[in-house]
């Protein structure tokens, strides 16, 4: 693949996912670096840390120990994540985070179910009922306004990040904060898997995509808004399953804060 196929990729979401996004970066840089290159890469999905933190680190390291970063913290997010894997199990949208999870606890033979969102818009609920189907996991996909009773009767929701903000906050897939929030009021607990690499000390702009996603042939002067993200305030969340272990955010901020200076 070319650089300008691996960005035209990106863009529209053929490749997606924070660390998919960051490790296609990764593979585009290699194929072209310099600041050109880091420029474009990081206007494609504005709402992506890892893919900005990624770069800086291969710049100063190299392309192959950025990826090494993401595969050694991804074994460790499993084997931290599926210990806490256990009855019904909520997700949202796709990420290979709680993928990685969720089929380590199947091979730790824990006994589980999942309930996932088909995730409007672009339908990335397809992509994680395959997969997990694929895997053998039990898996009921559900529309995304039907997530109130299956939030309610799940032991937790898990749910990936694409920024982690300095005050606690995670961006995630629009609906994320919803979810989370329903959880909360129904005490069930929330989790996020993901790589410390999505911390960003600067503010993250929320991607606004094309209206056309939501209606191809809408009539002319319909107004659409499209985000494809949304925050989730700390205090919904019990944890951030990473690298760096299962901590609460204000933990978390401390840890990544502390290993970045
Ligand atoms: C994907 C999404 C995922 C995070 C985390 O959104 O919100 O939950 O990116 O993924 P999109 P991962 O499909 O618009 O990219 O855990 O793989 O980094």
């Known amino acids: ?3 300008n196929s691996i960005c035209k990729k ?3 979401v053929e490749i997606q996912g924070a660390e998919n996004i960051a490790k296609a970066g990764l593979k585009a840089y290699s194929l072209k670096p310099g600041k ?3 420029k474009k890469l990081t206007s494609l999905r504005p ?3 890892a893919l900005i933190n990624a770069l800086k680190f291969a710049k100063k390291n190299s392309v192959p120990s950025a990826l090494n970063h993401f595969k050694k913290s991804k074994l460790k997010i499993s084997e931290l994540g599926a210990k806490k894997i256990h009855g ?3 997700t949202h949208c796709h990420s290979s985070s709680v993928m990685s999870i969720l089929k380590k606890a199947k091979k730790e033979k824990r006994n589980f179910k999942v309930f996932n969102t088909e995730t409007r818009p672009l339908y990335q609920g397809h992509l994680t009922a395959k997969e997990l189907t694929k895997a053998k996991i039990p898996t009921t996909m559900v529309i995304d306004s039907a997530a109130n009773s299956a939030i309610e009767h799940s032991s937790l929701v898990l749910m990936g990040a694409d920024a982690i903000l300095k005050e606690g906050s995670v961006i995630n897939k629009i609906g994320s904060g919803m979810y989370a929030q ?3 009021s129904h005490k069930v ?3 996020i898997a993901t790589n410390s690499w999505k911390f960003s000390l600067k503010d993250v702009k929320i991607e606004q995509r094309a209206y056309k996603e939501v209606w191809k042939n809408a009539p002319e002067h319909i107004k659409i808004s499209n985000p494809a993200f949304e925050k989730i305030n700390p205090k919904y969340i019990t944890a951030i399953i990473s690298e760096l272990g299962i901590l609460t955010p204000k933990k978390f901020i401390k840890e990544v804060k502390c290993r970045n200076t």
Request: charged fraction near 15%.
């Open 182 to 184: 329903l959880a909360y």
């Open 189 to 191: 607990p929330v989790y």
């Open 47 to 49: 709402t992506e840390p």
């Open 1 to 3: 693949m070319s650089f």
């Open 36 to 38: 050109e290159s880091v």
């Open 10 to 12: 990106i863009k529209n």
């Open 88 to 90: 019904l199990i909520f």
